[in-house]
C-alpha cells in the first residue's frame, strides 16, 4: 500500500485538518506502514461473514435497542445561558447563537 | 526508584467499607477525610501529575451534606464520604473536563455524566479529574496535552493508558476510587501496570451519557480501587439502564458485592494458547502462570481454549477505532465549546481550530479513520475489520460454550520507560494486543495484581467473563486475591 503526498492531502481534507509540512510526510509514512500491517487482515477468507458493527444488536430482542427507542421530543435542559457563556463566540440573545465566520463562500 | 513516593500507612488502609465504619462511629468526619486526601494530592501530585483539576469546593460541599447527614439512625449512602477521582474524558458540572486535549482547554460542562450523577448520589466525594491520554487515546498516558503521568512504583516509567491518571490515584493513595473508561484495554491494562485491580464492564453495562466519546461500539466506564470489593461496590452503582444512553442495556444489577464470597470450586477457566505466545515477557509469564496454579488450588479446573483468530485484534481494532473516533471527534470544531482559531471562513476556522487543538497521535487516528471509511477504501478496510470482528468475537462466543471465564495476562509486558515507545505508533499499538479482543467481544474482564517483577514492577491477571458476567468474574478475582500468596 503506498501512500502518496495526495493521498495524505485529501484525507486531511476530508478530515478538516491543517496539518504542518513535517506532518505531512510523518503522517504518509505512518500511516502507510499502519495500513500495510492492517492488510494481515487479507489472510482470512470473509466472503460468508457478515460485519459486526456493535455487539448488542446480536444479542436477544428484549435487550436490543429498539424498544428502548424514546419519542423525539425537545426538552429544556436549562442551560442554554451557560453554554453560549462558555463557548468561544457564544451570543446570549433570544434565542442564543454561536457567532461563525460567514458561510457563503464554501 | 528512590524517588517514588510512598503511600502513607492511612491512605493504603481506607475502603469503602472503613471510610463508612469511621464516618458511622464518628472517627472522623467526611470533611477531615477530604481535608486528608486533598493535602496528600498537594504532597504527591507534583511528582505524579495524576490530577489535571481539582474540586475542592464541590468536595467539601459533598461532604458537608453527608456530614450533617451522619446522625447515627439513618443508615448512609453505600459510597458515604469515599474520595473518587474521575478520568478527565466525564462531564462533570463546573469542574474543567479536557480530555487530555489542548482543544477542550477551558471547557466546564454544564451537566454530570450519568456514572458520575450515579456516584454523587451514591455519596462519593469528587476530589478532581485525572490525568489521561487525549481523548483516551493511547497506551502509556504519553499522549496527554498535560504532559505524562509517572508511574507511582517507578517514576520514571509508564503508568499505563489511557487511564493512567486514575490508576496512579488509586495506586498511590491519592484516592479511594475512581472511574476510567477502556476503549481497548484503557481500563485494564493501567491497572496492571500500577498493580490495582479494574474492571471493564460488559458493553451496554454502564451508562456512556456524558462521556466524551472516542469509539462508541467499544467505550466502556469502569473502576479502579485498591480492593476487587470496592470494585465490586462501585460497580453495583454505577451499573443499570439509562433512558439518556440508547446503548444501555435494560438487564437486572445484581449485588456484586454480596455475591463475592460464593465459593469458586468447580469453576471451569478456558486458558487460551495464542495469548502466551510470541511477544509475553518471560517474568511476566511466570507470573500469570504461578497465579493459574493458584486458582488450581482454589479448587478451579482449566481447560485449553482456542481462540484463533486473536492475532487479528490490533488491525481489526484500529481500523474499527479510529474510524469511528474520526466521526465522533468532528464536533471538536471550535464553534461550540473549547479552543477557536479565528479563520477567514468558516472552513478556515475548523481547520485551523482542528490542526492546532489536537495532538499527534489523535490526529493520526483521524487520519487513519478517515481514510479506513473513504471512498474506495470502505470494503477494503473498515468493512472488512468488522467482518473479521464478528470472528473474534464467535471465539469467544465458542470458548464461553466450554468454560466459565477465560484467564490470560493483561498486558505483554510490566510498565516500560517514558519515552521507550513513542517513537513507533505501531510497536505502542501492541501494548493492547490482549486486551483489544475483549473490547472487540463486548464481553467484561478485570485485571487483578497477581505479583511483581523486577523486584517492583506490577503484574496484571486478566479474567474475562461472558456478557453481563460481572458477578462470576468479580468472584474470582475476590477469591484470588484473598487468596494472596504472591508478592505485592
Known amino acids: 500500500m503506498k501512500i502518496t503526498r495526495e493521498d495524505v ?9 491543517e496539518l504542518t509540512e513535517a506532518e505531512l510526510s510523518t503522517y504518509g509514512a505512518q500511516l502507510e506502514s499502519i495500513l500495510s500491517y ?48 462558555r463557548a468561544p463566540e457564544g451570543v446570549a440573545a433570544q434565542p442564543a447563537y454561536f457567532r461563525v465566520p460567514k458561510v457563503i463562500d464554501r | ?32 477525610l477530604t481535608r486528608e486526601f486533598f493535602t496528600r494530592i498537594e504532597r504527591e501530585n507534583p511528582r505524579l501529575n495524576a490530577f489535571l483539576a481539582l474540586s475542592p469546593e464541590r468536595a467539601f460541599a459533598q461532604a458537608d451534606a453527608l456530614d450533617a447527614k451522619i446522625t447515627g439512625t439513618e443508615p448512609l449512602p453505600p459510597l458515604a464520604g469515599v474520595p473518587t477521582a474521575l478520568k478527565d474524558v466525564l462531564n462533570t458540572r463546573g469542574t474543567e473536563t479536557t480530555a487530555g486535549s489542548r482543544i477542550l482547554k477551558g471547557y466546564f460542562p454544564p451537566y454530570d455524566a450519568t456514572a458520575i450523577d450515579r456516584l454523587d448520589r451514591a455519596g462519593a466525594i469528587f476530589l478532581g479529574k485525572t490525568n489521561c491520554d487525549e481523548f483516551a487515546m493511547g497506551s502509556s498516558n ?80 469502569g473502576p479502579f480501587a485498591r480492593t476487587v470489593e470496592d470494585v465490586a461496590r462501585v460497580m453495583e452503582v454505577i451499573a443499570g439502564r439509562d433512558p439518556l444512553d440508547a446503548t444501555s442495556a435494560d438487564h437486572p444489577v445484581p449485588s456484586y458485592s454480596a455475591g463475592l464470597d460464593v465459593p469458586v470450586k468447580g469453576m471451569r477457566l478456558g486458558i487460551p494458547a495464542e495469548y502466551f505466545a510470541e511477544g509475553l515477557d518471560p517474568a511476566v509469564r511466570q507470573k500469570v502462570e504461578a497465579a493459574i496454579a493458584r486458582l488450581k488450588e482454589l ?9 484463533p483468530h486473536t492475532a487479528y485484534a490490533i488491525p481489526v481494532y484500529y481500523l474499527v477505532a479510529t474510524a469511528e473516533a474520526s ?14 482559531v479565528p479563520g477567514a471562513t468558516l472552513s478556515e476556522m475548523y481547520r485551523k481550530t482542528r490542526g492546532a487543538g489536537f495532538g499527534a497521535e489523535v490526529k493520526r487516528r483521524i487520519m487513519l479513520g478517515t481514510y479506513a471509511l473513504s471512498a474506495g477504501y470502505y470494503d477494503a478496510y473498515y468493512l472488512k475489520a468488522q467482518k473479521v470482528r464478528t470472528l473474534i468475537k ?24 517514558l519515552g521507550e515507545r513513542t517513537a513507533d505508533p505501531l510497536a505502542m499499538y501492541l501494548a493492547d494486543i490482549y486486551t483489544v479482543t475483549g473490547s472487540l467481544a463486548g464481553v467484561t474482564g478485570i485485571s487483578v495484581p497477581c505479583g511483581k517483577v523486577s523486584g517492583t514492577l506490577p503484574v496484571g491477571l486478566q479474567i474475562i467473563g461472558p456478557h453481563f458476567e460481572e458477578g462470576r468474574v468479580l468472584r474470582l478475582a475476590h477469591a484470588f486475591e484473598s487468596a494472596g500468596g504472591f508478592e505485592m
Open chain 2, 299 to 307: 479448587g478451579c479446573v482449566t481447560t485449553p481454549v482456542a481462540m
Open chain 2, 142 to 221: 504519553e499522549n496527554s496535552a498535560y504532559g505524562p503521568v509517572h508511574n507511582p512504583v517507578d517514576l520514571d516509567r509508564v503508568p499505563g493508558g489511557s487511564s493512567g491518571g486514575s490508576a496512579a490515584a488509586v495506586a498511590a493513595g491519592l484516592a479511594v476510587v475512581a472511574l476510567g473508561t477502556d476503549t481497548g484495554g484503557s481500563i485494564r491494562q493501567p491497572g496492571a501496570l500500577c498493580g490495582v485491580p479494574a474492571m471493564m464492564p460488559t458493553y451496554g453495562r454502564v451508562s456512556r451519557y456524558g462521556l466524551i466519546a472516542f469509539a462508541s461500539s467499544l467505550d466502556r466506564i
Open chain 2, 394 to 417: 464467535s471465539d469467544f462466543d465458542r470458548a464461553f460454550q466450554q468454560v466459565d471465564l477465560i484467564v490470560t495476562p493483561t498486558s505483554p509486558v510490566p510498565a516500560f520507560k
Open chain 1, 38 to 85: 492492517c492488510e494481515k487482515l487479507n489472510e482470512l477468507d470473509t466472503a460468508n461473514v457478515e460485519p459486526l458493527a456493535q455487539v448488542l444488536e446480536a444479542r436477544a430482542p428484549a435487550e436490543a435497542a429498539p424498544q428502548h427507542l424514546r419519542e423525539d421530543a425537545s426538552r429544556d435542559a436549562g442551560i442554554i445561558g451557560e453554554v453560549v457563556r
Open chain 1, 9 to 17: 492531502l485529501r484525507v486531511a481534507e476530508l478530515a478538516n485538518l
Open chain 2, 1 to 32: 526508584m528512590s524517588a517514588a513516593p510512598t503511600p502513607p500507612a492511612g491512605s493504603a488502609g481506607w475502603t469503602i467499607a472503613s471510610i463508612r465504619h469511621a464516618l458511622e462511629s464518628r472517627k472522623i468526619s467526611a470533611r477531615e
Open chain 2, 327 to 340: 466521526s465522533n471527534l468532528a464536533r471538536f470544531d471550535g464553534v461550540r465549546y473549547g479552543l477557536r
